[in-house]
């Protein structure tokens, strides 16, 4: 019998196999921290006298704490400042190489690793943050781990596991206009529920996924953890390796040729089979939204706010009910209806490049809705330097859009940039938790086209929207 | 980690049950990048109490919590053990833990005996007879002596062993580092390094400024 590509990652990183039900031993290739959820990793290693044992496979940068204004100035909040002034110093002392908030290389540890190109195919790659997710794109074994396993990985470069499940999730046909990446992970979420990926890895194959852009993979990848999966593959193929080569870790010569070769051995064996598989036609996609305060709490944009008396499952019922009170929506309002107060363009899921010129594809020469402020926050300084290199920044402006430096920004509640109590979101992170992006803040989860059109329009909206309503207006002006 | 054997300390009576770790340590103190000095954070919510337990003299320096059933559910925070451990807590009894939470201790070396609900009470009612009494808990033999009441507890093989080397997850995998020195060697030269730190050429990135 045939492996799949999980299988395959984690045999070539089997340092130890595991004896009498003690886990197996896998190596690390590559460790990003942030300041967040490694301060007591440092401390524990300097509690036990012990070094960073690979800085060649560590790095840092800031992201969560960080403000998107004024960055210049020091940070105002004192815990952040703490946190990050506690980062720079476990850097300097454990001889780890950091991106501090400034500098180019700033930005959102899972845009930083990629476009650095220090993130390629055939890795195992762990961060304190479940988001990590986000390199599976690659072809990479990507995935969170706590405190206690960031401090372990530093002192230790491996971890001890024990064995995933995995789900192939087939992503047939084609994806229509208006849709995107962000719509296949959403739909697949309200498919297979907030816990329907609970000890798997998630590989997505299929004729949608395989014609998505590298940065559309990582938005599927990263939102693997909303369906409470520990990590989501895409197995390598000429777009990846587009992607990655002369990033300025990529390899070189005679290595990028060996690489290459190896990344080309990097799929799941014919013959190979899946713990669990479910299938997804792309063709019947739609923009996709969220309505409650679980990723898997979503709809097609053109429904309306469900009635949580229609819904068999008490538990399900009950939950709706109480994130409709929470959002503070009405059974039956068509989704199109519900005002936007602040519309979030950022964030590691889609915070780049593609993610920005596409939304100000939409916005171009259109204005914003006077009661909708909107928030453009790059994923990375480099990806704000190129956006601006392209004058994306001048189109943001012209639409009366805010343009910010680079961070988690409004993703969480974490930093400055947070919605006021029963403010309104339409935004394009992963979640819509209750108080995610600050407490009693309403969030909406959609695509970056969604999130340009909304705040065109007010309203939750699709670019197809604007269309229909340019056109009738200039049906108007004939009149 | 210290090598656990035995440990003799004052009993402490802690009559709830369902002690989640945010009355363990709420989360307000999550805030701090150090991993120890958690000892004011313990309970909290309760410490205020001049009546809790922790407050009265004769309890004040315990190591050996006597707990209800279903200690540290909820959140799967580290620091909760931390908290335990930096008061001075040793080792915590009790008929039912939350699988994470007795995860975490086994990590960081805090015993967590689980003990018949008969055998709590037996000891809540000597320990609190005699505030102060000690309680000796030998991991080696499984059991917990109060002066003449001895009564077994449970443990799981593994992290029993573990304790009883004193050896943390990181220690117990430094054992084989030969085995990671060979894997490295194996590893291929196209695999990234971060150092020496490589990057597109610096450019000054412009502050973003408050709208007015």
């Known amino acids: 019998m045939g492996t799949t590509l999980a299988e395959k990652l984690w045999n070539d990183h089997l340092v130890r196999k595991g004896e009498d039900g003690a886990p197996d031993l896998i190596y690390i290739d590559l460790h990003m921290c942030h300041e967040v959820t490694s301060p007591q990793a440092f401390e524990g290693l300097r509690l036990a006298d012990r070094p960073v044992r690979r800085p060649d496979l560590t790095i840092a940068t800031e992201d969560h704490n960080t403000p998107t204004l004024n960055i210049d100035l020091p940070i105002a909040d004192e815990t952040s400042r703490v946190q990050i002034n506690t980062l720079r110093d476990n850097a300097k002392e454990f001889g780890v190489r950091i991106h501090s908030l400034g500098d180019a290389d700033q930005g959102v540890v899972h845009v930083v690793g990629p476009q650095l190109g220090i993130t390629m195919p055939g890795m195992t790659i762990v961060c304190g943050d479940s988001h990590t997710s986000t390199h599976g794109a690659f072809g990479s074994l990507a995935f969170g781990i706590g405190t206690s396993e960031v401090e372990h990985v530093l002192a230790t470069q491996t971890l001890p596991l024990a064995p995933f499940k995995t789900m192939a999730i087939n992503v047939k046909g084609t994806l229509p206009n208006g849709t995107t990446a962000k719509d296949i992970i959403l739909a697949v979420i309200a498919k297979i529920g907030t816990g329907g990926g609970q000890g798997y890895v998630l590989e997505y194959r299929g004729e949608a996924i395989r014609s998505l852009s590298m ?76 309505w409650g305060t679980n990723p898997g709490q979503g709809l097609p944009i053109s429904a309306s706010v469900p009635n949580p008396a229609d819904i068999a499952d008490e538990t399900e019922r009950e939950a709706a009910a109480n994130a409709l009170a929470y959002m503070g929506l009405t059974p039956g309002t068509p989704l199109r209806e519900i005002h936007i107060d602040t519309v979030f363009l950022g964030s590691c899921t889609n915070g780049r490049i593609e993610d920005l010129r596409a939304a100000a594809d939409i916005i171009k020469g259109r204005t914003k809705a006077e009661s909708t402020r909107m928030l453009v926050v790059p994923g990375s300084a480099r990806v704000r330097l190129q956006a601006e290199a392209e004058g994306l920044d001048k189109v943001f402006l012209d639409f009366g859009a805010e343009w910010r430096n680079a961070g988690c920004s409004m993703c969480l509640g974490m930093n400055p940039d947070q919605l006021a109590p029963q403010e309104r979101s339409a935004s394009t992170s992963n979640r819509n938790f209750e108080g995610r992006q600050g407490k009693g803040g309403r969030t909406h989860l959609v695509s970056p086209l969604v999130a340009a059109a909304t705040a065109v329009r007010g309203t939750l909206s699709t670019p197809a929207d604007l269309d229909a309503a340019s056109s009738n207006s200039a049906v108007g002006a004939l009149a | 980690m210290e090598k656990f054997t035995t440990h003799t300390g004052v ?53 050996v919590l006597v707990a209800g059933p279903d200690f540290g559910t909820g959140s799967s925070r580290e620091h909760a053990v931390w908290a335990l451990k930096d008061y001075g807590f040793k080792v915590v009894l009790a008929t039912r833990f939350a699988d994470i939470f007795r995860g975490n201790s086994g990590k960081q070396g805090l015993l967590t005996g689980i003990i018949s609900q008969e055998s709590i009470e037996l000891l809540w009612k000597l320990i609190e007879t005699e505030p102060g009494k000690e309680i000796t808990v030998s991991l080696e033999d499984r ?70």
């Open chain 1, 215 to 290: 940065e559309a993979r990582m938005t599927v990848c990263n939102m693997s953890i909303e369906a409470g999966a520990r990590a989501g593959l895409i197995a390598p193929d000429q777009t990846t390796f587009d992607y990655v080569n002369g990033r300025p870790h990529a390899p070189e010569g005679a290595d990028w040729d060996a690489a290459v070769e190896y990344w080309k051995t990097l799929v799941t064996d014919e013959d190979a089979v899946f713990d669990a598989e479910i299938v997804l036609e792309a063709s019947d996609l739609e923009p996709f939204v969220t």
């Open chain 2, 11 to 63: 009993g402490v009576p802690l009559r709830r049950s369902n002690v989640d770790t945010d009355q363990i340590i709420p989360a307000v103190y999550l805030k701090r990048v150090t991993k120890t000095g958690f000892e004011d954070a313990l309970f909290a919510a309760w410490r205020g109490d001049p009546d809790f337990v922790l407050n009265q003299e004769e309890y004040k320096h315990g190591s």
């Open chain 2, 143 to 212: 059991t917990v002596t109060c002066g003449e009441l001895t009564v077994p507890f449970e443990i799981d093989d593994y992290v029993r062993w573990r304790l009883m080397e004193g050896l943390d997850d990181i220690g117990l995998t430094l054992q084989h580092e030969e085995d990671i020195t060979a894997f490295e060697a194996t590893r291929e030269s196209w695999r990234p390094k971060t150092l020496p730190a490589k990057t597109e050429p610096k450019q000054h990135i412009e502050a973003a400024r408050p709208v007015a």
